[in-house]
């Protein structure tokens, strides 16, 4: 199993990843689209401000049934515009995988208007549970709101 496998595999199983950037941690719902982790942040959706301006973050990828952390991935930030390839494929898993969505048919013509939609990339690498701080492995990342 690839590096990516795993993320891949990680990232289906749990309903959120944590995010971490700028010296702070955040919890997202997500889909994985083809080879990435997405998200929809701003306006009405979840905040993650200023991500467009980094280039990478830190996947926390957790267990769903515990909460244990199984692994940290370092992933690159792209961020999909409306005329882009990936834009339908991603807002339309997006939408599906949204849950309480006000709006329904109009979610994706919203995202476009107010938010920010990203792909994050697995850049192959990744710290498995035996080299990540104890500490780390059994408390959540700081919640930051």
């Not at 309903?15 to 889909?31: D, F, K, T």
């Not at 515990?66 to 939408?95: F, G, Y």
């Not at 949204?98 to 938010?115: F, K, M, P, V």
Request: aromatic share 4%.
């Amino acid at each position: 199993m690839t590096t990516v496998d795993l993320i891949a595999e990680l990232a289906k199983k749990s309903g959120l990843v944590w995010i971490s950037y700028a010296q702070e941690s955040r919890p997202v719902w997500h889909e994985w689209v083809g080879d990435a982790v997405c998200v929809v942040s701003g306006g009405a959706e979840q905040p993650l401000p200023g991500i467009a301006d980094h280039q990478l973050v830190t996947l926390s990828l957790r267990s769903k049934s515990n909460r244990a952390l199984v692994a940290q991935a370092e992933a690159r930030v792209e961020v999909v515009t409306p005329d882009s390839e990936h834009w339908d494929p991603i807002t339309s898993a997006l939408k599906s995988g949204r849950l309480n969505l006000a709006d329904g048919d109009h979610a994706i013509d919203r995202w476009a208007r107010e938010s920010l939609v990203v792909r994050l990339i697995p850049t192959g690498e990744v710290t498995l549970p035996d080299q990540i701080a104890s500490a780390l492995g059994h408390t959540s990342p700081r919640l930051v709101l």
